[in-house]
């Protein structure tokens, strides 16, 4: 696509030392610490299609659709000019060109297409979709989770997998089997309990023909518009887990009313809603009573896609960070050579790798963990290790990122304040810090081979730096008798993600990140609490040119 340049010889003055716009970058190609790790995770045949999916994703293009479907909110039809219910959430075309790109591009049906790697090729494609817009990874991250707790009803998964692997989006509203690909959403939490989803109150009863009829209401239910959703709900048996399509099967609109949609901090190109059951047909997946249970894999798979997204808006911010730093001048000085600039930068750079290091871990954990009882402990364990720390890091970080634009950073025409506002939102979803915190006290009490998996994965690095050893001293310290528990289990959470942060790294970055980030992150000398304060014998100018948005 050709771009003129705008008019920069003013009557006044002459617009200079100001950054080139960005974009038309390949985002991937130019993100060498996400390109080794997938490499380094079994990924490097997806290469290709990765970098493809970059140049998409780091289009000017793609950027504006992203900037039209921020600004142009999607609007809920409720009822049609002559009264009829609808139901409806209307969006921007750009939305759709969006959920065309990811979906089209296989990110919600590659993990269960590839045959190799698929939840790597899956991750790296939420990294890249991340950068290009948050907010429709929602219905992409959803559908690809959904896979695995249809897989608790045969008959189900037979009619609802396939529309998710045709790896093609159809936006439009219409029965299922008459479009060519569907997207699936969830509504799990009601207003009285949140995240305590027994306090549910949504009722589901028999129709005497094998399926339900549900009667309730769901607080958070993002892409209203999706073509079915797993809900929660309970029968005479207990909490259990529903499929709830838009449609019923005779063709007439199903019973679920969208009273409203949220007003949100950020997320703006995505819909999030308030839905009641008004006898809303629905089909059981899974056994009755173990609704729980049948949404546990699927919410591993979307724990994912949260450490995923912060991972992605990290590298966002930070390559907006580079890229002004790296043409902006100050002092006679570009600002990336300014000394006090290039540590906050290098600093950023650490903790960038440490996210993409951990994730693409994660997700080679889930490849191997359908075939390694290994693997598949150190994934129940490490994922909510992982959700915890780099969703909570990420607020801190876009901060800091933003303020290395100086008040440009501060100005809602550039994309910082979007990055900043949508930052939080992943540390909320699917598990706040406190709840992520008590499921890994969970996990270590009731599956004690994921601890041992996870401190088989700890050991590997012993030796190669001293602060390493050290740290990873100090959290086997948590169990001695009495010392871990609910007041600590942040903390335990906390440094325990640092330590598999570490060896994530060894295993797949080049030394010198490595030792930066023992060097920065693990030295208990070091307080971590003010990006910039870098260590001595952290290579900073190398970590920089290591991160810098070029081929």
């Known amino acids: 696509m050709q771009h003129y340049s705008p008019q920069s010889e003013l009557e006044t003055h002459t617009v200079s030392n100001q950054p080139q716009p960005f974009g038309d970058v390949d985002l991937f190609a130019t993100d060498k610490a996400l390109k080794g790790a997938v490499a380094a995770a079994g990924g490097a045949v997806h290469a290709p299609h990765l970098s493809d999916f970059g140049k998409k994703c780091g289009a000017v293009e793609t950027y504006d659709w992203s900037r039209q479907a921020q600004d142009t909110l999607p609007k809920l039809k409720s009822f049609d000019r002559f009264g009829h219910r609808l139901d409806e959430v209307e969006f921007h075309p750009a939305y759709h060109n969006l959920m065309s790109l990811g979906l089209d591009h296989g990110i919600a049906a590659g993990a269960w297409n590839a045959d190799e790697a698929g939840h790597v090729l899956h991750g790296a494609m939420m990294i890249l979709m991340s950068q290009a817009d948050p907010g429709v990874t929602c219905p992409m991250s959803m559908t690809y989770a959904c896979v695995p707790a249809l897989a608790a009803e045969p008959d189900v998964a037979a009619a609802w997998v396939p529309r998710v692997k045709a790896s093609t989006y159809d936006g439009r509203f219409l029965l299922a089997h008459q479009k060519k690909g569907a997207t699936l959403g969830m509504a799990m939490t009601e207003k009285q309990g949140g995240s305590d989803v027994r306090a549910n ?317 023992c060097a920065q992150r693990l030295d208990p000398d070091r307080n971590g609490l003010l990006y910039g304060d870098v260590a001595k014998d952290v290579d900073q100018a190398r970590l920089v040119q290591r991160a810098m948005p070029v081929a």
């Open 201 to 517: 109150t949504t009722r589901a009863v028999p129709d005497g023909q094998g399926a339900y009829i549900l009667t309730g209401h769901k607080w958070f239910c993002s892409a209203p518009m999706s073509d079915a959703f797993l809900t929660l709900a309970y029968t005479d048996e207990g909490l259990t887990c529903f499929l709830v399509p838009r449609w019923r099967p005779d063709g007439t609109r199903n019973g679920i009313h969208i009273m409203r949609l949220k007003d949100k901090m950020g997320d703006k190109s995505n819909a999030s809603s308030e839905i009641e059951y008004h006898g809303a047909w629905a089909e059981r997946v899974g056994e009755e009573g173990r609704g729980v249970r049948t949404i546990i894999d699927m919410v591993q798979h979307t724990r994912y896609d949260c450490i995923l997204g912060s991972t992605g808006g990290m590298r966002a911010a930070l390559v907006q960070a580079l890229w002004h730093t790296s043409q902006r001048r100050a002092f006679q000085k570009t600002l990336v050579d300014q000394p006090a600039m290039r540590a906050v930068l290098a600093d950023l750079v650490i903790e960038s790798e440490a996210a993409t290091a951990l994730a693409m871990r994660v997700g080679a954990s889930l490849d191997k963990g359908a075939h390694d009882e290994d693997e598949a402990a150190f994934m129940r364990l490490a994922t909510p290790l992982a959700k915890y720390w780099i969703c909570k890091r990420q607020p801190g970080f876009v901060y800091e990122a933003l303020e290395c634009h100086g008040g440009a950073g501060y100005v809602e025409e550039g994309p910082m304040p979007r990055l900043f506002r949508q930052s939080p939102l992943n540390a909320i979803w699917e598990g706040s810090g406190n709840v992520i915190a008590l499921d890994v006290l969970r996990a270590l009490s009731r599956e004690p081979d994921s601890l041992e998996a996870v401190q088989a994965e700890l050991r590997k690095p012993l030796g190669r730096h001293a602060a390493y050893d050290r740290h990873l001293g100090r959290l086997m310290a948590y169990f001695t008798p009495g010392h871990l528990h609910e007041g600590t289990a942040r903390g335990f959470a906390r440094d325990a993600a640092l330590a598999l942060q570490g060896a994530a790294l060894h295993a797949y970055a080049p030394d010198f990140v490595f030792e930066a980030f």
